[in-house]
């Protein structure tokens, strides 16, 4: 008598949960496959909300990650607009909102991440967007092409990104910020300068070491009244500070929870049936050496497929650079590596990044401890994102490079480890 098929349930129908549930069936497993989403939209990609698709560039049906009939032709369970409410490590099971429990034999927790909501005065009004879903999207491109003005809260990448698609629209744009400047506490003061320096070329007005009191009426427009009492007027409001692991469910059933899910370098919890990947993961990655939660687009991507792989009982051991890209005006640029704050000596800079004439600078910046490079970033530059996570890797590792030569751009960067 045969044994029964295996049950594996991803809950998240996100980036990671579908490039999980597309690995399985790579990889051959002929068991039940069931992804859940609470949102009603097949699974997507995240990055062009705030790029392609705002900016008028994309065309909507662009950002799925897999045309709708694929997951019925591969036999993958999607179950749309369902919350799940509950885990019971014991049993194996997860209550779901409206239908009954399911239960599994392996589960992947890819639930992401959620909006850090701004708890003021006024942010109930319908003028006041946050940006984490398609319907935002769709909801934030709409009132960018009536050309109004822009109030954007927060200057992390989201609120930039943001900034240059309303500019784009050619929207009037403030952007408010309690830091000093944007992107301070990832890129640092150095480089983060410079996407301040971008951005006001590209006409964003900043207003810097102030917050956001509450949001009130001026006329018929919104008033968007600052902690230094000044007012920005507006008729649209973008809130970016930031997200949060979607942890609820796996901190209820008992699963460890550290900034994120715990896990190990095979993303698995503590729970032998239990694993987690995407944003939701805290997980150890080697190369770092330390437990890390990486909330970008390809961490999602890649860490659903070795999710899968060690679902299916496969030697993983995840242990990838991170990497992010962002398009800001006639910037574009490619991040690879980990630091963290005050994580680094020095910042070397190989080109010139000053911004002329408005013009977007071409650079890579590393970012540098002991002679050892943790980080790197080109901008406007290409096809040097091998040779950079090369570099990262032996800086993580403890190699030290020449730093005159790192900075030299006549020195090709494959040169520098030889």
Known sequence: MSEPASTFVIVGASLAGAKAAETLRAEGFTGRVVLIGDETERPYERPPLSKGFLQGRQERDKVFVHD?????????????????TGLDLNTRTVMLDGVEPLRYDKLLLATGSRVRELNRPG??????????????????????????????????????????????????????????????????????????????????????RTGVREFGSMGNRLSVVLDDSSEVPAELVVVGIGVQPATELAQAAGLEVDNGVVTDASLRTADPHVYACGDVAASFNPLIGARIRVEHWANAL??????????????????????????????????????????????????????????????????????????????????????????????????????????DPTTPLQELLD
């Open 68 to 84: 709708e009939g694929w997951y019925a032709a591969h036999e993958v369970e999607l179950m749309l607009g369902r919350r799940a």
């Open 123 to 208: 942010t109930e009004l319908p003028e006041v967007h946050y940006l984490r879903s398609i319907e935002q999207a769709d909801a934030l491109l709409a009132g960018l092409r009536s050309g109004g003005r822009v109030a954007v809260v927060g200057a992390g990448w989201i609120g930039l990104e943001v900034a240059a698609a309303a500019r784009a629209h050619g929207c009037p744009v403030t952007v408010v910020e309690v830091d000093k400047l944007p992107l301070r506490q990832v890129l640092g003061d150095e480089v983060g300068a410079i996407f301040r320096d971008l951005h006001v070329a590209n006409g964003v007005d900043f207003r810097f």
């Open 302 to 407: 890649n860490g659903g497929q070795a999710a899968a792989r060690s679902m299916l009982g496969q030697l993983v051991e995840y242990a990838r650079v991170p990497y992010f890209f962002s398009d800001q005006h006639d910037l574009g640029m490619e991040y690879s590596g980990w630091v963290a704050p005050k994580g680094y000596d020095r910042v070397v800079f190989r080109g010139d990044p000053s911004i002329v004439e408005g013009k977007a600078p071409e650079f890579i910046a590393f970012w540098v401890r002991d002679g050892r490079v943790l980080a790197g970033m080109n901008v406007n530059i290409w096809d040097v994102t091998g040779p950079i996570q090369q570099l990262v890797r032996a800086g993580h590792a403890g190699r030290r490079i020449d730093l005159a030569a790192l900075a």
